[in-house]
């Protein structure tokens, strides 16, 4: 397995970018938490998962390693994929979704896309005496909301997260109306998210 890549970042969109390793390009999913943390940098030392399924193999990466530990728990619970568990690392922190995970909050992992409730119970029963092991503690970390760049970013990264096109362009429409001021395609996508359910 990949364990980490170290290189400079060629490429960048919200959801992948292109990681130039001594000549060879990696292509390389993401989820907005790292976006927001990478946005800035040129170079970088990212944590990396490699899928491997019949038809394909993907590499997911990560800011650090705590985001990638938290990927992996949440792909092991049957019914979360790796697009799953991407989008509720773009819709969460990854300390916003331990959180929810330790103190029972389903309601707060269902606001994810493709989280119906009994997804949302299944992660904290399968996860709960794993994430409060890993952590060390209980503690609570207040749910913030944390955001990203411009209209056309948005949309490319919320139909690449699965989302349908029509829907996304209309709620970004709305979103940028009530808030002209935004800056961040981060900021604007979460703003989507809220607004979606």
Known sequence: MIAYLNGEITHK???????DCHGVGYHVNISLNTYS?????????????LNVKEDEQSLFGFFDDEERALFILLISVSGIGVNTARVILSYMTPDEV?????????????KVKGIGPKTAKRIILDLKDKVIKETGSDQVVLLSSEGNTIRNEA?????ALG???????????????????????????????????
Not at 37 to 49: G, P
Not at 105 to 110: F, I, K, P, R, Y
Not at 155 to 159: G, K, V, Y
């Open 98 to 110: 331990k959180t929810a995970i330790i103190h029972e909050n389903a309601v707060a992992l269902g």
């Open 163 to 197: 989302f349908p096109k029509q829907i996304v362009e209309k709620q970004i429409k709305t979103v940028m109306e009530k808030n002209p001021n935004i800056e961040l395609v981060e900021d604007l996508i979460k703003q989507v998210l809220k607004q979606m359910n």
């Open 37 to 49: 943390k990478l946005e800035n940098l040129q170079k970088i030392k990212i944590f990396t998962y």
């Open 13 to 19: 969109t919200p959801t992948f970018i292109y990681v």
């Open 155 to 159: 949309l490319s990264a919320m139909i």
